[in-house]
C-alpha cells in the first residue's frame, strides 16, 4: 500500500520526500529532477508504543510503516506524453492514495513552472491531466461496454449506463472520487481503476511566516478540499529539512518550541497518509520485542495473523485480544487477565485499532 507525492515541478515535493524517508532524493532548482520514483519506507509516529514500551520494557520496538514514493512533477499535456507524463501518470497509477503537494509561499530564487505562485491554478492543472488520462480510460471501457448492451441483460446495461454517467461527469471537470456510487456501481467503477478516483491529501507548503499565521492560499485550498471531501495538512517543508539536519530529540524539541510548533509537520503528515490508505494497527507486546502491525480496517484475526506469517493465518486457532486502553489501565497483561479483560476471539473477530493481540495456531 503506496501513497504517491504528486505536484508541479519546484513545489517542494523531493524535499519533503527527503524528510519523511532517509532516501535522499536529489533535490534541484529545476524541472524533473526526480526521473525515477524514489520510494521510501517511512515509520509511522504512534505515542501508544512508547507507552507500551514503558511497561513492557521490551529489548526492541519496532514502528508500523507506510511507503511514500516520489514521483516526477508533472506538467500541463502530461496524459499527451508531455514532459515525462507517460512515465509519471503510470507511477501514480501504481499508488492507492495521492499527497498532493502545494506550493503556498513566494520566493524569488526558486523559479516556479508556471512563472508565478497560484496553488489553486497549480491544483487544477494536475487535476485536469489526471481527468484527461482517466477520460482515456474510460472512453475504451466505455465502447467496449457498449458492444454488450445488445444482449439486454441488466447488469451489461447498468454497467454501460454507470461508466458513461461517469465519463459525463468527469467531462465537466470533476474527479472520479466525487461521483456517487452505491453497492452496484461500485465494483464496477473500481474495475477500471481511475486515477481521480484515488483518495488524496493535500499539502500546502508554507514560509516560516505563514506556518504561524496561515495565509490566504491555505484559506483557498481549505475551502476547495472541504468540498472535495479530502484534507489538509500544512507545513514549510525548509524547516521540516532544518529539523532533519539536528542531531538529538533534544534539539529538535527546542526548535519546534521556538516555532511554537508542538511535532514537525512530517509526523501529521504520515499519520494523515496512513488514514487516507485506510491502513490501522495492531500491536504484540513481548519481552522479546513491542512491535505495531499494519493492516487494513475491517481485516479479521485471521488476516492480521497473516501479516506476521502465512503459516499463522493458515492455521489459525484463536487469539487472546486485551484493548490498548485496558493494558495501558492494568499495567500489564497478567493484571488484565485478573480483571476479565482478556478476551478470546476467533476466525470471525474484526480487529480494532490498538488491539493487543497473540496468536495461537497449529500447521
Known amino acids: 500500500m503506496k501513497c504517491g507525492i504528486v505536484g508541479l515541478p519546484n513545489v517542494g515535493k523531493s ?93 524569488g530564487n526558486i523559479v516556479h513552472v508556471e512563472g508565478s505562485v497560484d496553488p489553486v491554478r497549480d491544483k487544477e492543472i494536475i487535476d485536469i491531466e489526471l481527468q484527461l488520462k482517466d477520460l482515456e480510460t474510460l472512453g475504451k471501457a466505455v465502447d467496449k461496454a457498449k458492444k454488450y448492451i445488445k444482449s439486454g441483460k441488466k447488469e451489461d446495461i447498468l454497467n454501460y449506463e ?35 478516483r484515488k483518495p488524496v491529501l493535500y499539502v500546502c507548503n508554507v514560509d516560516e511566516n505563514s506556518i504561524r499565521n496561515g495565509n490566504e ?39 519546534l518550541e521556538e516555532l511554537g510548533l508542538e511535532e514537525p509537520g512530517v ?14 494497527t495492531y500491536f504484540t507486546a513481548g519481552v522479546k520485542e513491542v512491535r505495531a502491525w499494519t493492516i487494513g480496517k475491517g481485516w479479521t484475526a485471521p488476516q492480521a495473523a497473516g501479516v506476521i506469517h502465512t503459516d499463522f493465518e493458515k492455521g489459525f486457532i484463536r487469539a487472546e485480544v486485551i484493548a490498548y486502553e485496558d493494558f495501558i489501565r492494568y499495567g500489564s497483561e497478567s493484571k488484565v487477565k485478573e480483571a476479565g479483560k482478556l478476551s478470546v476471539e476467533g476466525k470471525e473477530y474484526i480487529v480494532q485499532d490498538g488491539d493487543i493481540m497473540h496468536f495461537r495456531f497449529n500447521v
Open 217 to 255: 492560499w491555505i484559506a483557498r485550498i481549505e475551502e476547495i478540499a472541504a468540498g472535495e471531501g479530502a484534507e489538509v495538512v500544512v507545513l514549510a517543508a525548509q524547516i521540516e529539512a532544518d529539523i532533519n539536519e539536528l542531531e538529538t530529540f533534544e534539539e529538535r524539541q527546542m526548535f
Open 162 to 196: 454507470t461508466l458513461l454517467a461517469l465519463q459525463n461527469f468527469i467531462e465537466d471537470g470533476k474527479n472520479a472520487r466525487e461521483f456517487p456510487v452505491d453497492d452496484t456501481t461500485k465494483p464496477i467503477i473500481d474495475e477500471v481503476h481511475l486515477l481521480t
Open 267 to 280: 509526523n501529521r503528515l504520515i499519520r494523515k497518509a496512513y488514514e487516507l490508505l485506510k491502513l490501522q
Open 15 to 107: 524535499t519533503l520526500f527527503n524528510c519523511l524517508s532517509n532516501a535522499k532524493a536529489q533535490s534541484a532548482n529545476y524541472p524533473f529532477c526526480t526521473i525515477e520514483p524514489n520510494l521510501g519506507t517511512v515509520s509511522v509516529p504512534d505515542q501508544r508504543l512508547f507507552e507500551l514500551e514503558k511497561l513492557v520494557v521490551p529489548e526492541r520496538v519496532v514502528p508500523a510503516v507506510v511507503e511514500i514514493v516520489d514521483i516526477a512533477g508533472l506538467v500541463k499535456g502530461a496524459s499527451k506524453g508531455e514532459g515525462l507524463g507517460n512515465q509519471f501518470l503510470a507511477n501514480i497509477r501504481e499508488c492507492e492514495a495521492i499527497i498532493h503537494v502545494l506550493r503556498c509561499f513566494e520566493n
